[in-house]
């Protein structure tokens, strides 16, 4: 969704850098979302936020810290960059849950291509 | 943590066949929704299954949920070039906080 923005699209880094990946959404979403995708492994939540004020640990947090610097903007560092953190990384939003069963969908930006030398 | 497992991870067929992509969990899904993911694009929401035993249609794909809520399937009916792309499936606990996303299943349709 063109609503939600991330920079920068790709990047190529070396070793032991500090990386920051941004997030930015105009759709006025409260709940904020980091995933990396690996070939065959899918997408794995890394970080979550439900506000500005809530920030939540995923499935793979070990290496990455997250700033949710306001509602519409949600970043993802990487303090000192490895090799095997070189994947492809979405942040996605979706709105405040209903009451009921229902969830809301997840909406995408247009991902990150990070390789790490 | 939980897992949502995919079959198969691949599939090629010929442009006009059938297919269809399962979604297993050893747990009880509360909720499944459907992405697409176009190669080189990002996921995008297809549909979301609630109850149990439910079938839902859009055109050709016809979405099932398990009646033990443990097992969910896409089927896409004389698949077309236009269907390539990779499936995912994505369960949300009963708390939903957070999105647990299946392995995929990767289409190719042969012209």
């Known amino acids: 969704d063109a609503d939600v923005t991330q920079t920068p699209r790709n990047r190529i880094t070396k070793t032991g850098k500090r990386i920051m990946l941004e997030c930015s959404q105009t759709?006025?979403?409260?709940?904020m979302y980091w995933y990396r995708q690996d070939p065959g492994l899918g997408l794995q939540l890394i970080y979550y936020s439900f506000d500005v004020k809530d920030i939540n640990k995923g499935e793979i947090s070990d290496g990455y810290s997250v700033s949710r610097q306001a509602q519409a903007k949600f970043s993802l560092s990487l303090e000192s960059a490895i090799p095997n953190q070189t994947a492809l990384y979405f942040c996605?939003?979706?709105?405040?849950?209903?009451?009921?069963?229902?969830?809301?969908?997840?909406?995408f930006g247009d991902g990150t291509r990070l390789s790490i030398l | 943590g939980q897992q949502v497992m995919q079959i198969p991870q691949y599939q090629h067929v010929q442009e006009g066949e059938d297919f269809t992509t399962y979604c297993n969990s050893s747990?009880?899904?509360?909720?499944i929704q459907w992405y697409k993911q176009r190669p080189g694009g990002h996921p995008v929401f297809l549909i979301q299954l609630v109850k149990s035993g439910e079938v839902k249609k859009q055109k050709r794909l016809t979405f099932q949920f398990g009646e033990a809520k443990k097992n969910s399937s896409l089927h896409i009916t004389a698949t077309q070039t236009t269907d390539v792309g990779t499936y995912f499936c994505a369960d949300t606990p009963n708390t939903g906080n957070q999105f647990y996303f299946g392995t995929g299943t990767s289409l190719t349709v042969i012209p």
């Open positions: 759709k006025g979403h409260d709940r």
């Open positions: 996605a939003t979706s709105d405040r849950k209903p009451r009921g069963t229902d969830y809301q969908p997840q909406h």
């Open positions: 747990t009880t899904l509360s909720n």
